[in-house]
């Protein structure tokens, strides 16, 4: 079983910064991931990172975020800056086991079987 907690959500202007944690428990997961979704729009992947540091970006924020994981505080992160009015989403951390190959980073909702709450970002413009 794996909890999944986020923090760090809020509102900020266009071309602000936001940093999101999301605290893990289990061991059961060799991925964590981070999605958004929209009301009205499917929920979709964010960033991705797997156990090694291979990491995988949506091309909506390559260059303007940055995941990360802190293994000793088994803590994630979503570095989000240069935000943009249509960054606005509930943010949810996601927690995957995944037997790919070893460059593969699941992406998809299917293939995460944890999930957090959300925390809600809000970019005005």
């Known amino acids: 079983q794996v909890q999944l907690v986020e923090s760090g959500g809020g509102s900020v202007q266009a071309g602000g910064s936001l940093r999101l944690s999301c605290a893990a428990s289990?061991?059961?997961?060799?991925?964590l991931g981070w999605f958004r979704h929209v009301p009205g729009k499917e929920r979709e992947g964010v960033a991705a990172i797997k156990s090694g540091g291979i990491t995988r970006y949506a091309d909506s924020v390559k260059g303007r975020f940055t995941i990360s994981k802190d293994n000793a505080k088994n803590t994630l992160y979503l570095q989000m800056n240069s935000l943009k009015p249509e960054d606005t989403a509930m943010y949810y951390c996601?927690?995957?086991?995944?037997?790919?190959?070893?460059?593969?980073?699941?992406?998809?909702?299917?293939?995460?079987?944890?999930w957090g709450q959300g925390t809600q970002v809000t970019v005005s413009s």
């Open positions: 289990g061991s059961t997961y060799n991925t």
């Open positions: 996601a927690a995957a086991q995944t037997y790919g190959g070893f460059w593969y980073v699941p992406f998809q909702r299917n293939e995460y079987t944890y």
